[in-house]
């Protein structure tokens, strides 16, 4: 008998089959909502804002609250796509046990998953640096629009262009007014770790430990260039855990994996649950009530116990 020849996501889904997974989710599993990347082979050249240039240069922190202000609704209206929807329902067929990711849009949260990781924060929150104290996004976009009537509505009569992060490309933002915290007057930023930013050690600590409880991990839609994402994957890689990664292009891991799969998220995804999670009902999970800047799931800050699921000999 000739030999029998298995596709990439076949061997995935061997390799997977009977373990427990836990996932790290990149821009790539969330660009059929319509949310761009920085890195895919098919984004145009984008230099993010650090965290220096945020809080060390009004200018920079001007242009930024002007095109934020402008773009964060599109994200926050964005909805999950097949891609969210197939891990929530491999969470919920109990192959998934945790997901980790470092996308700031909430889709994991909107598509219904219950253990998520935001590693890098969320959009929906805004935190002031003198306080702390945490407010919603929603809140902050009452005061802007206060204080800049007309501006946003100006900034996308001729159309804008969605980047990144709740960004939007605004070219005009010289006249823009910022507020302060209604606390206490210090510098308001939005909770969301930026480049040049450490991830808080709380959250890091959570995420290793999904790692460590886990018996697999799926990398889906991360070019695993920031090493925030990068150190659970060679964590993984050392402790002899199989590593799958999907993703359009190539990644740091790539050495590390065991299968690699240079393909989008979605059709991908659902290949995989339809092996590892076979449901008769594959309705799509429905969202839950209310918009994610109104019912933000902040990021654990432990890691509770996990189903077993004995893996495969």
Known sequence: MPDLVTTPAERAAEVLAGRRIVVLTGAGVSTDSGIPDYRGPDSPPRTPMTYQQFVGDPVFRQRYWARNHVGWRRMDAARPNTGHRMLARLERGGAVTGLITQNVDLLHTK??????????????????????DLTSR??????????????????????????????????????????????????????????????????VAAAFSLVDAADAILVAGSSLTVMSGLRF????????????????????????????MDSGCSATLTALAETLAPISDTAS????????????VPAPTGSAPLPSRRPAR
């Open 233 to 260: 994957v060679r964590h993984a890689a050392k402790r002899g855990k199989p590593i799958v990664i999907v993703n359009r292009g190539r990644t740091r891991g790539d050495e590390l994996a065991t299968v690699r």
């Open 111 to 132: 598509a219904g998953h219950r253990r998520v990781i935001d590693l890098h924060g969320s959009y929906a929150q805004v935190r002031c640096l003198s306080c702390d």
């Open 285 to 296: 999970v429905r969202s839950p009530v209310g918009t994610a800047a109104s019912r933000h």
């Open 138 to 203: 929603m809140t902050l976009a009452d005061r802007l629009e206060a204080a800049n009537p007309g501006f946003a509505e100006s900034a996308t009569a001729s159309g804008i262009e969605v980047a990144p992060d709740a960004d939007a490309v605004v070219d005009d933002t010289a006249d823009f007014r910022m507020v302060d915290c209604a606390r206490c007057g210090g510098m308001l930023k939005p909770d969301i770790v930026y480049f040049g930013e450490n991830v808080p050690k709380d959250r």
